[in-house]
């Protein structure tokens, strides 16, 4: 791999000022890079990487258990190949087949200490050891995790974004995001709350809060003059395109938020479980979106979505599935009988209600790759493409609570520095990789150089076989 010159973070975006905090970025416009604006120019797309996990691993084959996640063959994916493959979990992602790379055959370096899933947890996104101090379901991990270093290096005037989809119990709530050793980072679960971190409306009058939380006001509204000053400027047709999509999927997302969303401390004081009735696939959906819109209008570079607990049992109610039956806590689903411990009566059905779930997760994750790529970038292609989304998991399998053959599934080619478009299982000769190495691969693509500029070869735990993923690295990555 060849040496390149550290990039430095790009932070000038054009933003709309309204009255007391209120600042809405914008996406991209070509207008402004050619001809600047009173703004300030803006600069290309940025790469991004946002990291989604679900737990509870998956249903692949193991344990005598057939497989239901990954597609029959490796090698190149197509729509109608992995449309075809209906019993696989993989299928759901089959209008993007040229944009997804799934990796099988990585693994977590290192052992749990006294919790799989804690565990597990704690090395998904760090290549980290597990902490002796505290131990457990309470043990950390012991270094920082990837978006963070993302966002240090390449947006250092802002943390990731990170949010999370459910309840927080007192076993493994969050497990996700660290700033560095020890040092977990929460997680937002009422996407409201992030949405008004984003646009400045946490530092509002409440009544004007109020009215856009009841619809009666939009963000859109408090910018409106500066808003059409700059519609009736010289803007080229996909400039008004982007800023008409960004524009109506603000308004889209304070509708959805309106209507689906009470607030979640009320619903916790009314006794309403905010995640029964499809409200655990809403709220996501509406993370999804402020994703799309952080990413677009260059608010983050690094962004988290944890779904559910780190031994999540979450009931899910799956659309067309056992007649929307309302099925056994997910935990317990993937353990295969009605019990959180080794011991209990065999949940008839558990494995292919285990798949389905998987199958849900990955429609969740096809409407976020949906999300970025209504956006276009400066180059005229989707927004997807300037950089990568992941879906993974805190265990293999669920039954098992197996580290190896964690799954990594990606979309986007992080600027044609990924090698997307195929399946791939990296274990060569049956031996598992380290997924520090996949980490490496993605710092380096996304932009991520060390100190004396060379790529990124040697993130996680020190003691870690350092180097790449050859299998995801496309032929003529500019990067690399």
Not at 135 to 155: F, K, T, Y
């Amino acid at each position: 791999m060849s040496k390149k010159t550290k990039k430095k973070p790009i932070t000038r975006r054009l933003f709309l000022r309204g009255a007391g905090t209120v600042a809405l970025g914008l996406p991209f416009l070509e207008t402004f890079s050619r001809f600047g604006s009173r703004a300030g120019a803006q600069t290309p797309t940025d790469s991004f990487a946002v990291w989604v996990r679900q737990g509870n691993g998956v249903a692949q084959a193991g344990n005598s258990e057939p497989e239901r996640y990954w597609p029959r063959a490796t090698g190149p994916l197509t729509t109608a190949g992995l449309a075809a493959e209906s019993d696989r979990a993989l299928s759901e992602l089959a209008p993007y087949a040229d944009k997804i790379l799934a990796v099988a055959g990585l693994r977590f370096a290192f052992p749990g200490n006294g919790c799989g899933h804690s565990g597990g947890g704690n090395q998904c996104l760090t290549a980290a050891r597990v902490s002796e101090t505290p131990s457990g379901n309470e043990s950390l991990a012991m270094g920082e995790s990837v978006d963070n270093r993302i966002a240090r290096e390449l947006h250092p005037e802002r943390e990731p974004l990170t949010l999370f989809t459910g309840r927080k119990s007192g076993y493994l709530p969050e497990v996700m995001s660290y700033r560095g050793p020890l040092d977990l980072r929460a997680g937002e679960n009422d996407p409201w709350n992030a949405y008004m971190r984003m646009t400045g409306l946490a530092g509002m009058d409440v009544e004007v809060i109020n009215r856009i939380r009841e619809r009666r006001l939009s963000v859109n509204d408090l910018v409106r003059d500066q808003m059409s000053d700059l519609l009736s400027g010289d803007l080229s047709t996909d400039d008004r395109r982007r800023l008409d999509l960004h524009f109506s999927s603000i308004r889209d997302l304070e509708v959805l938020m309106g209507c689906n969303l009470p607030d979640m401390l009320e619903m916790e004081v009314d006794g309403i479980d905010p995640l029964s009735e499809g409200n655990y696939q809403r709220v996501t959906e509406m993370h999804n979106e402020i994703i799309a819109l952080a990413i677009s209008c260059g608010y983050v570079r690094s962004a988290t979505l944890q779904l559910g607990n780190g031994n999540d049992g979450t009931q899910h109610t799956i659309p067309g599935y056992r007649g929307g039956a309302q099925l056994p806590r997910f935990h317990q689903i993937s353990h295969r009988i009605y019990s959180d411990g080794s011991e209990g009566d065999p949940i008839e059905g558990a494995q292919e209600m285990h798949g389905e779930i998987d199958k849900m997760h990955l429609r969740l994750f096809r409407h976020l790759i949906d999300r970025l790529s209504a956006y276009v970038a400066d180059t005229g292609e989707p927004l997807i493409d300037r950089g990568v989304v992941c879906m993974t998991n805190d265990l293999g399998h669920g039954i098992s609570h197996t580290y190896n053959n964690v799954p990594f599934i990606f979309a986007g080619s992080c600027g044609g520095n990924l090698d997307v478009g195929k399946y791939v299982d990296v274990r060569g000769g049956g031996s598992y990789v380290t997924h520090n190495k996949m980490f490496n691969t993605i710092l380096s693509a996304v932009g991520v150089r060390k100190a004396d500029g060379s790529l990124v070869d040697d993130f996680g735990d020190s003691s870690l076989e350092g180097g790449f993923v050859p299998e995801m690295i496309a032929a003529d990555a500019p990067d690399f």
